[in-house]
């Protein structure tokens, strides 16, 4: 059939939003498909209220903890209703930027709600209108993981799409899911005055660098959150208003609520991807560097494909798809410089390689500089200096950085543009950084890394040779 679109774009979170409004802004012809709410996982289940919970549990923590800057401590009183209000509030006052109004009418996107099923490489039905592109894009995202454990289909249980919902304070929460989303609900569930266990079957926080994770686990044993690694579940099920769950080898738990954090999946089933020759299975769809898919017509972006699942990588991919329909340029999909933060207290950032990543690929040839927070004058003065940044590299090649400490994901900037190559550790090392900030972290590991160069055997007798003869 005639094309009725240069672009169709199915999904409207992250990564559908920026392939769409981008190639919209070129002048192209654009259809937007979603069924669901503007803005995705993101916006509506996932980051947006995520953060604004987290902000309401800190501050109630603050209150905790004022005795060390001479104010006395005070026990919050904690309105879970009006924390849930905030949380909402905060999803309101950005879903302006996703608005279908604010796609149609600055963009220029037709924006249809509704189902859409691909009907071949080129045409998509939604509402019973047929809709054909030279270009399709699959930004349809993933869904939480649900382990099989018995018991659980027959209970109430929330995930992440539910339990921002939440109107009453959950008594006992329990968190099956070590995780970046199941360790910032546990600590911020507690600190807004619930009981909280977390049940992991491996190490909680397993992906991250194991002497940062430990800082924060430490720090939410010692407010209240119970964690118990390396433990299964036998068994979830209900006695009369209570839940309760079985961990292999311990004791029942009873509980209000249970959250399910295992991870992701992907079904596709309804949207038609056999129709189009398309390979998925429950880990995503398979693409390739510039994000194609097995029919080379359609794109997937986000976390639908396979690959890392995070907000800025969805942005940063539907960014790739704009400069390969509108302007025809590469567009390879480069994640040297993945940042990923979980927002926990302490805060966990990495970016680039994890220590551990880079010796097994690397080995010995791997060199690590550290400092610690210890030896910021701000952290010193903030009576807060837990935690630490490590910048991993090869030579002078910077492979990494983790950051475990307060705002540790807004100090990632420097090193992801180290290991782009946009920038380097010399340069890091000799900026001039406003006194006194945390910031001043990096400059300092950056001096650290050419230390032993600056100082070494032939600079210094170079000095000594002008001392001599030249001054």
């Given at each position: ?268 089933s309804g949207f038609g991807l056999?129709?189009?020759g398309i390979e998925w299975d ?69 970016v680039g390689m994890t220590e ?116």
């Amino acid at each position: 059939m005639p094309r009725t679109h240069d672009l169709i774009v199915i999904g409207a979170g992250s990564a559908g939003l920026t392939a769409a409004g981008g190639c919209g802004q070129f002048g192209l012809k654009v259809a937007l498909i979603e069924k669901g709410p503007m803005g995705g996982d993101c916006l509506n289940t996932g980051c947006v209220p995520s953060k604004a919970l987290i902000t309401a549990a800190r501050r109630a923590q603050e209150m905790r903890e004022n005795a060390r800057y001479g104010i006395a401590d005070v026990e919050p009183q904690i309105d879970f209703g009006a924390v849930h209000a905030h949380v909402q509030g905060a999803i309101e006052r950005i879903a302006v930027d996703d608005s279908q109004e604010r796609f149609e009418e600055e963009f220029g996107v037709e924006v249809i709600r509704g189902e859409a099923t691909l009907l071949d490489g080129s045409t998509v039905e939604v509402n019973g209108r047929t809709l054909s592109a030279p270009r399709i894009c699959l930004a349809i995202g993933s869904k939480p993981r649900i382990p099989d454990i018995d018991g659980l289909d027959a209970v109430p249980f929330l995930t992440n799409e539910t339990i921002f919902e939440l109107t009453e304070r959950p008594g006992h929460l329990v968190i099956l899911g070590g995780g970046p989303i199941g360790m910032e609900m546990a600590q911020s569930f507690r600190r807004l005055g619930s009981r909280v266990t977390v049940i992991e079957r491996g190490r909680a926080m397993s992906k991250d660098d194991p002497e940062a994770a430990k800082l924060v686990l430490d720090r939410m044993g010692a407010e209240g959150v119970e964690i118990h690694e390396e433990t299964g579940v036998e068994r979830v099920g209900s006695s009369g208003a209570s839940l309760f769950v079985e961990p292999q080898g311990g004791a029942r738990i009873a509980c209000s609520h249970i959250l399910v954090a295992t991870g992701r999946t992907c079904d596709f089933s309804g949207f038609g991807l056999g129709n189009a020759g398309i390979e998925w299975d429950a880990s995503g769809i398979a693409v390739n560097a510039k994000r194609r898919t097995s029919n080379r017509k359609i794109y997937a972006i986000g976390d639908c494909r396979k690959g890392p699942r995070f907000t800025h990588v969805s942005g940063y991919e539907g960014s790739l798809v704009v400069l390969q329909v509108a302007l025809g340029l590469g567009g390879k999909a480069d994640y040297a410089a993945l940042p990923w933060v979980t927002y926990t207290d302490p805060e966990l950032a990495h970016v680039g390689m994890t220590e551990h990543a880079a010796r097994e690929k690397f080995g010995d040839r791997v060199s690590v500089t550290r400092q610690d927070f210890s030896h910021n004058d701000r952290a010193r003065a903030e009576n807060d200096y837990t935690g630490f940044l490590k910048v991993i590299g090869k030579g002078r090649k910077i492979l990494g950085a983790t950051i475990v400490g307060p705002h540790a994901g807004e100090q990632l900037l420097p090193w992801a543009l180290a290991i782009g190559g946009k920038a380097n550790a010399f340069a890091i090392g000799g900026a001039i950084v406003a006194y006194p900030t945390r910031a001043d972290i990096s400059k300092q590991a950056g001096y650290a890394v050419w230390e032993p160069t600056i100082f070494g055997k032939w600079p210094k007798r170079w000095a000594r040779f002008r001392a001599r003869y030249l001054l």
